[in-house]
């Protein structure tokens, strides 16, 4: 195309500006070839001409249409130039506050001086897994795109930040580094991405100073290499320092700081452990007050040093070592302010060995005092012949002492980087890194010296690589397509860098006369403009002798030559160090060892020298055998060998830009933001991409935006890419212009805003031609519309004329008649006005005249008073003056008085006589104390006899027990008579028991009639009562009926900030659940570990073992659930509010503590008796058939026995519990205190009932145990008597005895001795026990006697109302005792009547059980080894809904069922049929009474399921089926508990099915757990499966065919991240996958609540992940979006209602996204376009509407962009919302699960097992 084809009118153009760089125009005249100038129409409407030059022809740069405008990358513009790119990074940065935007492989950043809330943990996860290019740009992009190459293509990579002071390179290193620590977070527990974390406040706080461009300026270069392993997590790390600034130690330009850590350790001198320091103000140090202002707004040095030392302890370094760097940095402080005085003329000076400062830098560094006040004035100087010391001149001892202050900081600094490289290292094997490259970007000052040379020449050397990176990338892009290569000539800067470095080059010609003795700056420029004068690169000022020019690619800089030799020499005397190196702190000494060898060493095994490390010794005395080397050449190899590792990585840029000096929050300042441009090699990455096709378009993506300038027959062909050729041969004739790759189409800069223009004109004249015809429409109807308006008006307007004339002439009649009667009123009223005026002028007048006379009269009486009082007040003065004079005379008069009587008192109190007086006193009570003395000693001496006789009564108190004792033991007999005597103390007892009785019955009448009158009386009472509560109630009525609007509305706040209360607590309680799967599943993933790499042979432990260990925890004793019960009841009572239940407290306190002593017996007889059982099995293996049939039915009796008692016990804990439950209501309904008091009576029965229940079933546990430990006893005997030697003989007997009457009469003998003394034991433990009892009756008989007779005596003494309250307190704790008694007695006579009837039923069902055993042939107990001729097969009619299985075959069982069972082995039976067989064989196992079977098989089956749930992690069918069958044996055994809660819906012949015997409440409980479990796995499938389909099927995908025809604006993708191809998917692929979910689930049986659940999540995540989706990316916020995205989430709603599941909750997740498809819908210009949406948009945040807002992108020319002040004013109408700050939805949050209770309707007789299971070995009962 030809100029003239460009330049035409209306086109917008950019032309140079001196303020504003580049400023926009627009053509008003079309250009033709051949004229001098361009007519122009600025912005502000001023017109321009631009001259144009003829020979050049250098006409304006065009502007790109605003369709491309705000682009993400700036290669996607079409224009590629300067003007373009500035203009679109200012519109990004001010109109959208975008701050990053790409440039082909580079990410801009542009620091917003203000923190941006795009750093949050959600935003790291949003961009982790994405392409770089898919979401905006960002920093996280970056890194993620580094970190996935390194995973995808197993090589290093490297991200390089650099740019200015003050444009954010630290920070943007810094996010950099938390997201590899966040998504490459360490495998072990070392936190070791915590660690190179922390590091970064330490190098901030060392290395960082405020500049005047920068409050935290890093004045150092670092690379840190995070190390990963082969699972690509974060195992180490490694970091480099560059050229620190060491000159900022000593000195500071003004309004800079020296580094932070010497503020901060200033601003915590204050602290007990830094007192030693000697450190005051940082005003008060030379070295930190050169700048001026010490503090930088907004920041707290000691909190940030409290940081410093929180990451020094982080990292492992001592808190003596901190404190030796403390110590170190004060004395650099010290240092600087040494006063060193000048002698003889300045040719000498010294240093004053008082200096404070001096002794505190001695004192802290540990050296000499003396010889460190010598050296710093003095220097050594050794020559051939010998060796002498010379002075310094004050010049020199400066520079000395500054030079010693900087090589003392750069030890220290190297030393610190060290040690943070130690605490980041691992042993671990690294196999790969990512390095973060923090380097000073180019910089240019008014005076630039040796740092800005090494910075510069740095940034060279990065721009060299830079260049040939991004040459590289567009060859490789070119070749892929298949395009042809033509070479792109691009700027190469090795003639530059061969300026400084190569041989003879600026840095040798400064080495080599570094090592001249005499040499200077002077003669070593001189070197320079005679060497280098021919150079291209290189200039000469004109000015000037001292300074050199060098054309650097980013600008020209001038160096001034003074003090290069010196910074590169970098001397510090060695006499100093020496001293330094005797220092006694060993951490001071070993900072400055020699490294002569190891700095080279360590050069080579790292990578990289530190230029921290000192480079150049003074060790004079070696000079002729080595010379050191320079900090120039240190540098110069240190950047070597970065480049190396750079070159060896693929590099990712970060160019951060400063956009303005202010560090103003979004102010952009276009110079500033050039010149960056400029020197970071942004512009020539745009140069370079512009030479060749820098717009690139895919072939559909093309065919979609173009689409309509093709033709239709073009149109019908299915082959895009000829369709796309076609097209373009058609438009664009030259055919250098464009490019058919492979893939894409690629197109010369221009060529896009081209086809957009042809694009807009055909919409223009589309859009014509339906304009016209609209309007031609709507014309012709406004005309008939007119035509019959005018008819109707005609004949509407005659009738109104005429109307209108009558009521004229009626209406002047009337007037007339008006008029007359109105004149004759006005006439009236003006009469009465006037002679109304003249009466009141006249009162008003004469009032006047009185009141001037009265006035009068009153000023002279007041100036009567006052003469009055001034006289008086004269006189008193005078007589107060007088009196005061006789009152000062007085005083001097008494003074002197008083004046000798105090002599004339000291001379007395000299006397001897005085001084005898007062030791009278002192005497006595010397005295008085001896007496005192004496009579303690006598004391003493008493109390010491009544202790030796005490201790003798004693000891022979014990004797005559021991004696006793003998006696005891020795004759049995007179135990009778010992029985004898105590049955008498008993009677005697007794007796007194019942004369106490007698009495009590007494107190008790008395009482009773004082009860009577209180009764009376509180009946008066309650009569006022009632009077009163009536008149209340009615005042409560007439309130209740105003306020029940207002209590409603309360009410119902109420019960939804309860509702979310409960949800938050669900929410916690499930995420601990949560927590604890994962923690479990961590479990055997490394025990699974740990036996893969242990490798043992031999038998390995089942892991199941330990879960079923976990499983037993979790199922506490009865006993803790009887005593939870206890506590539960406590509660209760305090929960109601009793005030009356206080005053019984102590006996409520006795029973519960009784009842846990009982349970603590109980459990511990219990265990006995098991050990018992145990024995008897073992005994009966060993005895005979007949003998294990009877004592097997003896241990069938005594187990059947406890079970019934645990039965019974368990049944008497349910009734508690209603009853509890009845009491709570009952007290919550009725307030009144008698109620109240009812209740707590009913409660104390209650609890008194369990006491004695568990009293009468320790007593059975007692005789069950005493039978069967005589059964033990008498086996145990019979194995003793078989074991005696047929040949032993019997001394009692001299004839012969037969063996066998011996052994009888033995065994006889033995049984009756042992019987008899069993007797005897229980006998006197029985009365032992009786005595006891009645003692502690008495006792407490005593007792209660005693408080009875204080209380009445207390009751006397209180008033009437007082004494009323105590005794109803007294009476109802009274009868409160009485009914727990007799309820004992009554419960007790209930208790044995039901024992008898159950032993009866147990011996009936023996009898039955033996005659049915004598009829039925034996069964084997093994199913293969069963005899078919005695089987007996049952009847179906029998079958009882029981299940039998013995205990062998509990493996197979789990196998068969679980661990093997495939879903669609059962998917033609009942739905959760493996639920209902395990239910069945549980309750086999309950019928049987076998807790041990129950407890297995509930464990068995929770590890299996959880075994089967990790082998198919991923496997949502099978997932849904085990949450289904869970559930259901959840809910069968809650529907089967016997608790009538759960049994509302039972059938009759559900109800037999009922557990009988065991309560399961504990594995319900686990069970539950379980369910949740599952639930979130299921969940966690789901998602996953989901997770890739929804930005494609919702966002992106085009489910209206086009609607969705924008140009994608985002990342120009190369061949790095290109072969990562993402699957498209539709909105119908993602609904037919919602519909597998939604049948697997229903078709599994699993509950509809859990469904509806299960699909609110889901659709919460594709809400979440959607929007947050839509946040993050500029391309889909449009309008044709919002209409896509909008039909989208109606598909989904109507899917919804189509499976009944719109009462689920889930279509109310998706309001954010709708609400934010119709913001994209919504007109976005006027104030009340502003308002509808604050209205409309309540589910979004505000930061989230003006996100959308910012990226909001028009689809055509024709729309309008977002106005800023339409954004503000929307800021400004929500800025009293409270809304959070995050801008991203958390899709990982998850809503608790509930699961409630459904019952089923099947009966366990009803269900069949299919033979497909396997489970011929269970038995139908």
Not at 692 to 704: A, E, K, L, T, V
Not at 904 to 933: C, D, P, T
Request: aromatic share 8%; hydrophobic share 35%.
């Amino acid at each position: 195309m030809s100029a003239a084809q460009l330049y035409t009118k209306y086109t917008r153009v950019w032309i140079p500006d001196p303020d504003e760089v580049w400023r926009s125009a627009e053509i008003i005249k079309d250009y033709k070839e051949g004229d001098k100038s361009l007519q122009l129409k600025l912005e502000d409407e001023t017109l321009y001409e631009y001259p144009i030059d003829l020979q050049g022809n250098e006409l304006p740069f065009l502007r790109n249409p605003d369709i491309l405008v705000g682009q993400n990358d700036l290669t996607a513009l079409s224009y590629l130039h300067e003007p373009a790119v500035l203009h679109n990074l200012k519109v990004r940065f001010l109109e959208s506050n975008h701050i990053y935007t790409y440039c082909g492989i580079v990410l801009v950043a542009i620091n917003p001086y203000e923190q941006l809330p795009i750093y949050e943990q959600d935003v790291i996860y949003a961009y982790s897994g994405q392409n770089m290019g898919d979401m905006d740009p960002h920093i996280f992009a970056v890194a993620e795109e580094a970190y996935k190459q390194m995973a995808r293509d197993e090589k290093n990579q490297s991200i390089i930040v650099s740019g200015e002071s003050g444009a954010g390179k630290t920070v943007s290193a810094k996010y950099a580094m938390r997201f590899f620590a966040t998504v490459g977070g360490s495998a072990s527990e070392t936190n070791i991405e915590a660690k190179v974390l922390a590091s970064s406040p330490i190098m901030e706080a060392i290395g960082n100073a405020k500049t005047t461009r920068n409050d935290n300026s890093s004045r150092f270069g670092k690379y840190i290499q995070i190390g990963f392993d082969k699972r690509y997590h974060i195992i180490g790390a490694n970091m480099r320092t560059y050229l620190l600034e060491k000159s900022r130690v000593v000195f500071q330009a003004e309004d800079e700081r020296n580094y932070h850590i010497f503020y901060q350790l200033c601003a915590s001198s204050s602290l007990p452990e830094f007192k030693d320091l000697g450190l005051t103000c940082a005003e008060d140090f030379f070295y930190t007050s050169q700048g001026g202002d010490t503090s930088i707004d907004g920041v707290d040095d000691a909190d940030d040093f409290e940081k410093t030392r929180h990451a020094f302890t982080l990292l492992g370094v001592k808190e003596s070592h901190q404190m030796t760097i403390f110590r170190i940095i004060a004395a650099i402080l010290h240092l600087g302010n040494l006063e060193i005085q000048g002698e003889r003329d300045g040719e000498a000076c010294s240093v004053s060995s008082e200096d404070e400062h001096l002794s505190n830098f001695c004192g802290l560094l540990g050296v000499e005092h003396s010889q460190m006040q010598h050296w710093l004035c003095h220097r050594k100087l050794v020559t051939t012949a010998e060796t002498y010391v010379k002075s310094m001149s004050l010049h020199q001892v400066v520079n000395a002492r500054n030079a010693l202050a900087k090589h003392i900081y750069a030890q220290l600094f190297n030393w610190i980087v060290q040690h943070i490289n130690k605490a980041l290292h691992t042993t671990v094997k690294q196999h790969s890194f990512i390095g973060v490259l923090d380097i000073y970007g180019f910089e240019t000052f008014e005076v630039n010296s040796f740092e800005q040379f090494c910075i510069n020449y740095a940034n060279e050397k990065l721009q060299q690589q830079f260049n040939s990176h991004v040459f590289k990338l567009e060859q490789e892009e070119y070749m892929k397509e298949g395009i042809p290569w033509t070479l792109i000539d691009f700027y190469d800067n090795q003639p530059c860098i061969d300026l400084i470095e190569a041989k003879l080059g600026i840095l040798d010609l400064l080495d080599e006369e570094c090592k001249v003795p005499k040499g200077t700056d002077q003669n070593w420029a001189q070197k320079l403009y005679d060497r280098h004068a021919a150079s291209q690169h290189f200039q000469k000022p004109r000015m000037s002798n001292t300074s050199f020019i060098i054309l650097h690619f980013a600008d020209k800089v001038e160096y001034q030559s003074e003090g290069f030799l010196e910074k590169n020499r970098d001397t510090v005397y060695e006499e100093q160090i020496n001293i330094l190196k005797a220092s006694k702190y060993q951490m001071v000494a070993d900072l400055f060892q020699e490294e002569k060898e190891a700095v080279p060493a360590t050069a080579v095994r790292k990578g990289a020298p530190r230029i921290s490390v000192r480079s150049a010794r003074p060790a004079f005395k070696a000079a002729n055998k080595e010379h050191r080397k320079t900090v120039g050449h240190q540098f110069r190899n240190s950047l070597h060998l970065l480049m190396e590792t750079l070159n060896a990585t693929t590099p990712h840029y970060v160019r951060c830009i400063k956009p303005n000096d202010e560090k103003l929050p979004f102010k952009f300042d276009p110079k500033r933001a050039v010149q960056q441009l400029r020197a970071c090699g942004v512009l020539e990455t745009i140069r370079i991409s512009a030479a060749g096709f820098p717009s690139r378009w895919s072939y559909p993506d093309f065919f979609n935006r173009y689409r309509v300038l093709m033709n239709k027959r073009d149109l019908c062909k299915n082959d895009k890419k000829q369709i796309c050729q076609t097209l373009l041969e058609d438009l664009i004739k030259d055919p250098d212009k464009f490019q058919f790759g492979r893939t894409k189409i690629f197109f010369r800069a221009g060529q896009v805003a081209y086809l957009e223009k042809l694009r807009a004109d055909k919409f223009r004249a589309a859009t014509i031609m339906i304009q016209k015809t609209v309007r031609g429409w709507l014309q012709r109807a406004k005309y008939q519309r007119l035509r019959r308006a005018t008819l109707t008006l005609q004949c509407y307007a005659r009738r109104h004329l005429a109307r209108r004339l009558f009521e004229h002439l009626r209406r002047t009649r009337a007037a007339i008649i008006l008029q007359k009667q109105y004149r004759m009123l006005r006439m009236r009223q003006a009469f009465l006005r006037v002679r109304n005026a003249t009466l009141t002028i006249q009162a008003f007048a004469r009032g006047m005249f009185v009141r001037r006379i009265y006035h009068q009269m009153l000023v002279e009486h007041k100036a009567t008073i006052l003469q009055k009082y001034a006289r008086g007040w004269l006189a008193r003065t005078r007589f107060r003056q007088a009196r005061a004079a006789a009152v000062v005379l007085q005083c001097h008069w008494r003074r002197l008085k008083a004046r000798r009587q105090l002599q004339a008192l000291r001379i007395e109190a000299r006397s001897a006589q005085h001084l005898k007086k007062l030791n009278i006193g002192m005497e006595n009570k010397v005295v008085q104390l001896q007496r005192k003395v004496d009579e303690q000693n006598k004391e003493n001496k008493l109390l010491n006899e009544q202790l030796s006789m005490l201790t003798s009564a004693h000891s022979s108190e014990v004797e005559k027990l021991k004696k006793e004792l003998q006696q005891y033991q020795q004759t049995q007999q007179g135990d009778g008579n010992q029985l004898l005597s105590l049955q008498e103390e008993m009677e005697r007892l007794r007796m007194e028991l019942e004369r106490a009785h007698g009495e009590r019955e007494v107190m008790v009448d008395s009482h009773g009639k004082e009860r009577d009158l209180l009764r009376k009386r509180i009946s008066d009472l309650e009569e006022e009562n009632t009077l009163l509560k009536q008149e209340k109630e009615e005042l409560n009525s007439r309130i209740l009926c105003q306020s029940e609007d207002e209590f409603a509305r309360n009410t119902a706040e109420e019960n939804i900030q309860m509702k979310k209360e409960l949800e938050e607590e669900r929410s916690r309680y499930q995420n601990l659940v949560k927590e604890y799967a994962s923690l479990e599943q961590r479990y055997d993933n490394l025990r699974d570990e740990m036996t893969i790499i242990k490798q043992t042979p031999g038998h390995r432990r089942n892991p199941s073992n330990q879960s079923s260990l976990e499983s037993d925890s979790n199922n506490p004793s009865i006993c803790t659930s009887e005593i939870g019960d206890t506590e539960d009841v406590i509660q209760q009572v305090e929960e109601i509010g009793m005030e009356k239940a206080a005053m019984d407290m102590t006996l409520f306190l006795k029973l519960q503590k009784r009842v846990r002593e009982l349970e603590l017996e109980r459990r511990k007889l219990q265990a006995q008796l098991e050990k018992k059982e145990q024995e008897i099995k073992k005994s009966q293996v060993i005895e005979t058939k007949t003998e294990v049939s009877s004592e097997h039915e003896d241990f069938a009796y005594n187990s059947l026995k406890r079970q019934e008692l645990e039965s019974e016990n368990k049944k008497l804990k349910n009734e508690l519990n209603e009853l509890r439950k009845a009491i709570a209501d009952h007290a919550t309904q009725n307030n009144s205190s008698s109620d109240v008091q009812d209740s707590y009576n009913l409660l104390l029965n209650q609890l008194k009932s369990a006491n004695e229940e568990l009293e009468v079933r320790k007593e059975e546990v007692l005789i069950l145990r005493s039978q069967i430990m005589k059964a033990a006893q008498q086996k145990e005997t019979g194995k003793n008597m078989e074991n005696i030697s047929p040949n032993a003989s019997w001394p009692n007997s001299d004839q012969h005895v037969d063996q066998e009457d011996a052994i009888e009469a033995y065994q006889g003998m033995c049984e009756t001795n042992r019987l008899l003394e069993a007797q005897l034991q229980d006998q006197r433990r029985e009365h032992e026990e009786e005595m006891e009892a009645l003692r502690n009756q008495v006792d407490l008989m005593q007792e209660e006697l005693e408080k009875q007779q204080q209380a009445f005596l207390q009751t006397l003494q209180l008033s009437p109302e007082v004494q009323v309250e105590l005794g109803l307190q007294q009476e109802i704790t009274r009868l409160t005792n009485e009914n727990l008694d007799l309820k004992e007695l009554l419960e007790k006579l209930e208790k044995n009547e039901k024992k008898l009837k159950k032993q009866l039923k147990i011996y009936m069902k023996k009898v039955q059980d033996f005659e049915a055993s004598q009829t039925m042939v034996p069964v084997e107990r093994r199913p293969h080894e069963r005899n078919m001729q005695v089987a007996v097969q049952r009847k179906e009619k029998d079958f009882q809904g029981m299940l039998e299985y013995y205990k062998e075959d509990e493996p197979l069982l789990i196998r068969n069922l679980i661990t093997d069972l495939k879903p669609q082995a059962v998917s033609a039976t009942v739905p959760c049929l493996p639920a209902y067989i395990l239910y069945m064989c549980i309750r086999h196992a309950d019928y049987i009474n076998d807790d041990q079977k129950v407890h297995s098989l509930l464990t068995s089956t929770i590890n299996g399921v959880k075994k089967v749930l990790k082998k198919h992690h991923d496997d949502f069918e099978m997932t849904s089926f085990w949450l289904a069958n869970t559930c259901r044996l959840l809910h069968c055994l809650k529907q089967y508990s016997g608790e009538e809660g759960f049994m509302t819906q039972n059938t009759a012949k559900q109800n037999e099915h009922c557990l009988k015997n065991f309560d399961l409440t504990e594995y319900r409980q686990v069970l539950g757990h379980l369910s949740i479990q599952i639930y979130q796995q299921l969940i966690n499938i789901a998602e996953g499966i989901l997770q890739p389909m929804i930005v494609s099927a919702v966002l992106e995908n085009e489910s209206i065919q086009g609607l969705s025809s924008v140009k994608p604006m985002g990342y120009r993708k190369y061949s790095s991240n290109a072969a990562e191809g993402g699957n498209s998917y539709s909105l119908d692929e993602m609904i037919r996958q919602l519909n597998t979910f939604h049948s697997i689930m229903c078709e599994q049986g699993l509950d509809p609540e859990i469904i509806q659940q299960v699909f609110k999540q889901l659709y919460y995540m594709i809400n979440a992940i959607a929007l947050n989706n839509l946040l993050l990316r500029k391309d889909v916020c449009s309008w044709s979006t919002g209409m896509q995205l909008r039909f989208n989430i109606s598909q989904l709603e109507e899917w919804l209602r189509g499976k009944n599941l719109q009462q689920s909750g889930a279509a109310q997740t998706l309001e954010p996204l709708i609400q934010a498809a119709q913001l994209l819908q919504l007109k976005k210009k006027t104030s009340e376009d502003a308002e509808a949406i604050c209205s409309l948009c309540t589910s979004l945040t505000t930061q989230q509407i003006v996100k959308i807002l910012n990226l909001y992108t028009p689809v055509n020319e024709f729309e309008e962009r977002v106005t800023v002040a339409f954004i503000r004013n929307i800021q400004k109408q929500l800025q009293e919302r409270n809304d959070p700050p995050h801008l991203l939805l958390d899709f990982k949050h998850m809503f608790p699960v509930l699961f409630p209770f459904n019952p089923s309707a099947i009966t366990m007789d009803s269900i069949h097992l299919p033979a497909s299971l396997n489970l011929d070995f269970l038995n139908k009962v």
